[in-house]
Each structure stands twice: as C-alpha cells, then as structure tokens.
C-alpha cells in the first residue's frame, strides 16, 4: 500500500509499508513488524520497467521451451521411418494442445541424412515495448537424431 507523498529539498520520496522479520543472533527471538521505508522515484520507475519488462518478454521464452521441447518429444518418438508432413503434422498438434498460436508448424526445416533426421525451427519475435522501441527475440531450436543415438 502505497502511502503519502512527501517532498524534501526538490526530490519526491514514495512510502511504503513492508513486513519486516529480524532475525537476533543472540536468540533473543523473532521480532517482526511493520515498517515504513522510503522509494526514491527513480527506485520505483526501474522496478516498473523490470516488471513490464519480464511480462511482455517472458511468455516468449516459455513458449520457445514448449517448442523445444515438442521437437525433443517428436524427434525421440521414431521419426526416420515418417514422412517430413507427418513430423509437421505432429508438431502442429503440439503446438495446439499446449496453445502455441504465433509459431506455424509449417516453418520446420527437416533434413534427412545417412546418419539420421535433423529437425530445425528458427524463428524471431519481435516486441513493441513503448514508442518506437521494439525489443527482437531471436530462438533457434534444434533436434538431431544423429546425435542422440547411443
């Protein structure tokens, strides 16, 4: 809860209530309480922008570990007998059950060699922040049957 505002020598202060536990290392007890500690603007702009910072890039990330681990899931269930369409196809399904929308199971590159399948999805997102400064995320996902054989 955020409380009043006060202005000291040209500088605005914000005040917060948070709850303090203090830990004596002679034993005397837990002591806990409120306190009332200071916010300097500058503190509470740099929180709000790691704030809005980690929610608008980081469902991204989440959603290149699903697709990571759709082409683990897929390239481990016998793939060098499937046709390039039927991987696609897996994946795509993938995708949906765990709500992928932005990335198309149709970006997948398959490249079949002696040595086994290599499965590949490289994609970029690109995020408006404010104004006009976007932020780009560049993923590479890779999976090769090749080097997970024993």
Same mark, same amino acid.
């Given at each position: 809860?955020?409380?009043?505002?006060?202005?000291?020598?040209?500088?605005?202060?914000?005040?917060?209530?948070?709850?303090?536990?203090?830990?004596?290392?002679?034993?005397?007890?837990?002591?806990?309480?409120?306190?009332?500690?200071?916010?300097?603007?500058?503190?509470?702009?740099?929180?709000?922008?790691?704030? *809005?910072?980690?929610?608008?890039?980081?469902?991204?990330?989440?959603?290149? =570990? %699903?697709?990571?681990? !759709?082409?683990?899931? @897929?390239?481990?269930?016998?793939?060098?007998?499937?046709?390039?369409?039927?991987?696609?196809?897996?994946?795509?399904?993938?995708?949906?059950?765990?709500?992928?929308?932005?990335?198309?199971?149709?970006?997948?590159?398959?490249?079949? *060699?002696?040595?086994?399948?290599?499965?590949?999805?490289?994609?970029?997102? =690109? %995020?408006?922040?404010? !104004?006009?400064?976007? @932020?780009?995320?560049?993923?590479?996902?890779?999976?090769?049957?090749?080097?997970?054989?024993?």
């Amino acid at each position: 809860m955020i409380g009043r505002v006060q202005f000291t020598r040209g500088i605005q202060y914000s005040k917060a209530w948070v709850w303090r536990s203090n830990n004596r290392a002679q034993g005397a007890g837990d002591e806990t309480a409120w306190s009332y500690i200071d916010l300097d603007n500058y503190q509470c702009f740099f929180g709000g922008f790691l704030i *809005s910072l980690i929610f608008k890039i980081g469902p991204h990330y989440l959603d290149n =570990r %699903i697709v990571a681990s !759709a082409l683990q899931q @897929v390239g481990q269930s016998g793939i060098e007998d499937r046709s390039s369409e039927d991987i696609r196809r897996k994946i795509g399904d993938f995708f949906i059950i765990n709500n992928v929308r932005d990335i198309k199971a149709t970006e997948v590159e398959i490249e079949r *060699s002696v040595k086994g399948v290599k499965i590949t999805l490289n994609y970029e997102k =690109r %995020i408006e922040m404010f !104004a006009n400064v976007d @932020v780009v995320l560049k993923f590479n996902n890779q999976y090769d049957s090749a080097e997970q054989a024993y």
